[in-house]
């Protein structure tokens, strides 16, 4: 099994015990809003993901479960081709925003992220392996993003 990375909004952080133990371990303080944030729903990262050339997706969606392979077909030089996203405990509704997190290429991972940052405000990424946890923000590089925990 690989990393799984963990995602959440940055406004949403102080509501997830591991997420406060984890930023104060690494000497992070979550950054002050200037605008909305918010957990992604699978609604917005459907929306992210339709909408993002040079990769497929395949979904599968029932009661309690949501997950989306991504595959990619062009696009960012990756070590793995695919991503694997999960919902965490979903609700059954897509325009509910939730907890995801990704098992597969931390710079596709950081790609769509990305997008999704501008959908929900900055997001935070928690690898669990116990690396630094990312800040996510509109127009990050994903290549330079994931040097931080390449470097360690």
């Known amino acids: 099994m690989g990393v799984a990375y963990n995602v959440i909004s940055a406004g949403a952080v102080q509501q997830y015990p591991f997420a406060v133990q984890t930023l104060?371990?690494?000497?992070?303080?979550?950054?002050?809003?200037?605008?909305?944030?918010?957990?992604?729903?699978?609604?917005?990262?459907?929306?992210?993901l339709d909408g993002l050339p040079?990769?497929?997706?395949?979904?599968?969606?029932?009661?309690g479960n949501w997950?989306?392979?991504?595959?990619?077909?062009a696009g960012l030089p990756l070590l793995r081709r695919e991503t694997l996203i999960s919902v965490v405990d979903y609700s059954g509704h897509e325009a509910t925003p939730h907890l995801l997190y990704f098992e597969g290429d931390p710079r596709l991972n950081i790609l769509i992220v990305e997008r999704l940052s501008r959908l929900c405000g900055p997001l935070f990424v928690f690898p669990d392996t116990g690396a630094r946890p990312l800040l996510v923000t509109p127009g990050i590089d994903p290549t330079d993003a994931v040097r931080a925990w390449e470097s360690k």
């Open 24 to 48: 104060r371990f690494h000497d992070i303080t979550p950054p002050h809003s200037s605008g909305p944030s918010s957990n992604p729903s699978p609604l917005e990262l459907r929306t992210v």
């Open 54 to 63: 040079g990769y497929t997706t395949d979904y599968s969606v029932s009661p």
């Open 67 to 73: 997950q989306v392979s991504v595959e990619a077909t």
